[in-house]
């Protein structure tokens, strides 16, 4: 992958973007069509009375990785907390719609916050480890959620499919917090995929790292999706369309404005305020 | 600003303005007078406390009656007419005191510490804090009354063979007690633990109790200490309450004996006070024993502090 344009906030040449999409590894037509995991039907959601997400309506594939794009502001973050009803720990957040996972109305009154988010991880923008060692932190999901088997095992494997175990094999037991940011969020990823969820949610996960650090967790989720469902957010473009197989653009207001494979997307966009977004003229 | 003035302008030295040099003064005076008043303090504890011990007395230049510093602090019996003065008599009753007022502290004020931080709705944390702090702010004569008339009777219809004084009445009165204080500097380092650790938690699927007892409490865990180590000093030198509750007969209790609790026995604050009201306040041997505790109990809470800052330091909170 093109790594000299990774950080860069520059409005980016159609000709860079044209090219990453062509190498991305898991493209639609690479892997033939999937099936939905998650359907957001005509989704609203309000912060006391502002509202933040309108009438949000999209088919999310099965093990590819989706990215969300957008503005700062425009309800990203919003709709992936949405997916796993984070948002109810927001006393001022209010869903309405439909978002099925499977068929299943997540906000159905019957559906278990817990056992949904165990289905559904989530890493998030800030590296967040808990004070506990590297070990522990994997183990946490595992421990908590009641999950038998060889733990070491079970540890050592999420931290290879998180490309973290070379790093830190012989400090299991040291502090996840005395990792690099780069590990740390590594680290967040393999206690995400340790309890072997469907989906994993990412919320900007590389906006506090270095490029090297970004492109390692490019590459990792490019291969997670082999297994995972994963859905990103991001507002650095060249990386949606290096890693992603479909692309949401969301506007300011809380609209999704164009939705679809993502070569369609940044190649062919289907209005003019997405390709003004997607080229960098505004956002 | 013209040009002209810069140089006068910026070399005002508005540091040294004759206000700002008064006000420095001010408050080094006020500094100065706190430390002066603790120190004396001190310097009074000890040098009275030298002239009870036979070592220590010639070199404070007093030629009186003294004890020994061994007998002093291995003695088991005090009885201050017949001029016995085993301290450890008082300290027994003193640990006995604290640990019980732990075991019934500690559990409820964390557990209220998670209720207040992790569970309560904002509008039962603001009526509820408060609350707490009333409970903290009831004079402590009050609790001790609470022991004799609510307590004991309620551990004599469990144990009939209970005493109306008795340490078990005079450890949970005093438990209760710092109940707010465990619970408030408990909570307050719950609630400084960052929103993400426990969004990380959630977010794994783990359930209100995984993330308050798994994620929450061990990295609130230096604050909590700290709240155990100071409500636990605070036991020991709580005095009015186990004055009025462990009665006023000195008796070594062996501390790891749970039966020594039904006993009543007198407590190293309360033994000062009654040697301050009994007739020897003029002089003699009784009177200088007074400091002689003193000072062993003002030890005993500034090692505990010290402990408690190691612990804090060793345990920081990082996040
Ligand atoms: N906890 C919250 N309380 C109130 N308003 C919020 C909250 N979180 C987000 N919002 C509002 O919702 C809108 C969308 O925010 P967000 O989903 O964070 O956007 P993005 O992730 O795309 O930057 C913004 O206007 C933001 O101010
Ligand atoms: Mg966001």
Redesign the interface.
């Known amino acids: 992958m093109d790594q000299s344009t990774d950080e860069s906030p520059d409005p980016i040449d159609e000709s860079v973007i044209e090219t990453n999409v062509a190498d991305a590894a898991t493209s639609d037509t690479a892997r033939g069509p999937a099936d939905t995991i998650v359907e957001a039907r005509n989704v609203d959601v309000f912060y006391d009375d502002v509202q933040a997400l309108d009438d949000i309506s999209m088919s999310i594939p099965e093990q590819r990785v989706t990215a969300m794009v957008g503005p700062s502001g425009c309800g990203k973050s919003t709709f992936l907390r949405c997916i ?1 009803r ?1 948002n109810d ?1 927001i ?1 001022a957040a209010r869903v309405e719609g439909e978002l099925r996972l499977r068929e299943k109305n997540v906000y159905d009154d019957d559906v278990d916050p ?6 559904v ?2 890493v ?1 923008q ?1 590296p ?5 060692s590297i070990y522990d932190n994997v183990a ?2 595992l ?3 009641g999950i038998d088997g060889d733990y070491d095992q079970l540890v050592e494997e999420s931290l290879r499919r998180a490309a973290l175990w070379d790093e830190v094999s012989d400090q299991l037991h040291e ?1 996840g ?1 005395d990792l690099s940011g780069g590990q740390q969020q590594r680290l ?1 990823i393999a ?2 995929i340790a ?1 072997d969820p469907e989906i994993v949610l990412m919320d900007e996960p590389a906006s506090a790292l270095d490029p090297v650090a970004t492109s390692k967790i490019e590459d990792l989720i490019t291969d997670l999706a082999e297994e995972y469902t994963v859905i990103i957010v991001t507002h650095n473009m060249q990386q949606a369309a290096r890693i992603s197989d479909k692309t949401a653009v969301f506007l300011t207001g809380g609209e999704l404005v164009e939705f679809g494979d993502t070569e369609q997307v940044f190649q062919n966009p289907g209005s003019d305020r997405v390709e003004d977004y997607i080229t960098g003229k505004f956002g | 600003m013209s040009t002209d003035d810069i140089e006068a302008d910026l070399t005002r030295n508005t540091e040294n303005a004759p206000s700002e040099l008064l006000a420095r003064l001010f408050f080094f005076v006020c500094a100065v007078l706190s430390v002066v008043t603790t120190a004396s303090i001190i310097v009074l504890l000890v040098s009275e406390a030298a002239k009870f011990f036979s070592v220590t007395a010639p070199l404070v230049g007093f030629a009186g009656e003294t004890v020994s510093v061994v007998e002093f602090l291995t003695g088991t019996t005090w009885q201050v007419n017949s001029g016995e003065f085993g301290v450890l008599a008082l300290v027994s009753a003193t640990l006995l005191i604290t640990v019980g007022a732990a075991i019934v502290s500690v559990p409820l004020g964390v557990a209220t510490a998670i209720y207040l931080s992790e569970y309560a709705s904002r509008r039962a944390r603001r009526i509820l804090k408060p609350a707490l702090e009333i409970l903290a702010g009831i004079p402590t004569v009050v609790y001790g009354f609470f022991a004799l008339l609510y307590i004991t009777p309620v551990i004599q219809l469990v144990f009939p063979d209970t005493g109306t004084f008795n340490l078990a009445s005079a450890s949970i009165v005093v438990g209760i007690m710092i109940i707010p204080m465990v619970a408030s500097i408990s909570e307050d380092a719950m609630s400084a633990v960052p929103e993400e650790l426990r969004q990380a938690g959630y977010g794994m699927g783990a359930t209100k109790f995984d993330v308050s007892t798994g994620v929450v409490v061990p990295a609130a865990l230096s604050g909590i200490f700290s709240s155990f180590i100071l409500a636990l000093s605070r036991a020991i030198g709580e005095t009015m309450a186990v004055t009025v509750a462990a009665g006023s007969q000195a008796a070594f209790l062996q501390p790891w004996n749970p039966a020594s609790y039904l006993e009543g026995a007198l407590p190293m604050t309360a033994a000062m006070i009654q040697l301050l009201l009994s007739d020897i306040t003029g002089g003699g041997l009784g009177y200088r024993s007074l400091f002689a505790v003193g000072l062993t109990l003002f030890a005993l809470t500034l090692s505990m502090n010290i402990v408690s800052d190691l612990i804090a330091q060793r345990y920081r909170e990082e996040y």
Do not use: H, W
């Open positions: 796993n984070m720990r006393d817990v056992a949904l988010r165990r289905r991880g989530m998030f800030t967040n480890p808990f004070p506990k946490y999901g421990e908590i959620q502090s917090l967040c206690r995400a309890p």
